[in-house]
């Protein structure tokens, strides 16, 4: 529980004592690499669906006209997914796209992240209409009716 509530106020990664150096690198590593992939360039320039707009060039998103301040993660999350819409992403492959190989077995970061873009995108969070759950395997940014 601990670690979902670290998550859910805003961290990124949560570590747990003991740990080994090697651990400890390796989630270093990964912050960074999360970090130099958010700053490459995506396959498209601006996404709008409905009243979502995202500018990935100044890593901006818009909802109703009303800026939504995303921290690196979900911003990253959020690009994996919508650079993928109308796809199924697997938890795993979200994992390790967006935290790291090093944490596939870490499925409730997902949720929890998945969670907190859904409260900041949908009209409905209880009831999204973009971000979709497809159980047992992953997400899925839909973006047609």
């Known amino acids: 529980m601990d670690k979902v509530k670290c998550l859910e106020l805003g961290a ?4 747990t004592k003991p740990f080994g150096l090697n651990e400890l690198k390796a989630r270093i590593n990964a912050v960074l690499r999360r970090n130099k992939a958010a700053d490459s360039s995506p396959t498209m320039s601006l996404f709008k669906c409905d009243n979502i707009n995202i500018n990935f060039a100044e890593r901006r998103v ?4 009303r800026e939504v301040k995303l921290t690196a993660t979900e911003y990253n999350l959020l690009r994996e997914l919508v650079l993928n819409a ?4 697997s938890h795993s492959m979200l994992l390790n796209r967006v935290w790291g190989p090093e ?3 870490e ?6 992240f998945v969670r907190r873009l859904r409260e900041e995108l ?3 969070p209880g009831n999204p209409r973009y971000i979709l759950t497809v159980p047992r395997v992953g997400y899925q940014f839909k ?3």
């Open 12 to 15: 990124d990664d949560y570590i």
């Open 62 to 65: 818009k909802v109703n006209d």
């Open 86 to 89: 109308n796809k199924t992403l």
């Open 103 to 105: 944490y596939s077995q």
């Open 107 to 112: 499925k409730e970061y997902v949720r929890v």
């Open 122 to 124: 949908e009209p409905e």
């Open 143 to 145: 973006t047609t009716g």
